[in-house]
């Protein structure tokens, strides 16, 4: 069984509260918030008022995507909003031990996200002990609309077998045009945490979700 992860992003912003009913409503237990600073990624997104907002609102786990620059500036900003889960990019941040000691410290799950071209070499031992979720980017972050790169499997085949070795409970997120058809392939490479944006908020969402959870 995988963790379905509907990124908010890719919903109907005049529609957020009857959808975050639906979400819960068919058993949806983790939200992904994608966090865009316009530099890091050329799109803007949310920030921490948002989260506060969604936090208020429901008990779904808050899953964190910080696709900003030097991400350690808000970790205690998201935190305190009612982030659950932060995720930070190895590509933004000086000194990505210091971020992750910071996210812990503020008593939070964390996570370090790859872009496609990122190889996992980057990943050192103290980075790896630091980790609960390593997330892998399928497209390039940022953008709507792109498509899967299927070169990114061999890597999360990688991972999936590294974590193996180490004996540690590090989930796999995917994160970027997740169909049902990628769906397969990403478990299939050892995924267990998939984030799906246009794919379930296009259309009936009810019908979506089932379509998704059915699959997995
Ligand atoms: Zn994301």
Redesign the pocket.
Known sequence: MYVLSP?IYAADYMNLKEQMATLERMNVKRL?V?IMDGNFVPNLSFGPDFVKSLREHTNMELDV?LMIGEPIRFIGAFAEAGADILTVHYESCESVQEVLDEIHSCGKKAGIVLKPETGLECLVSDLWERIQVLQFMTVQPGMKGQKFIADTLEKIRAAHSYIKQLERNIDIEV?GDITLTHLTEVLGAGANIV?VGKALFQGILEDNIRNYQLAG
Do not use: T
Request: aromatic share 0%.
């Open positions: 990124s992904h994608d995507h994160d984030v």
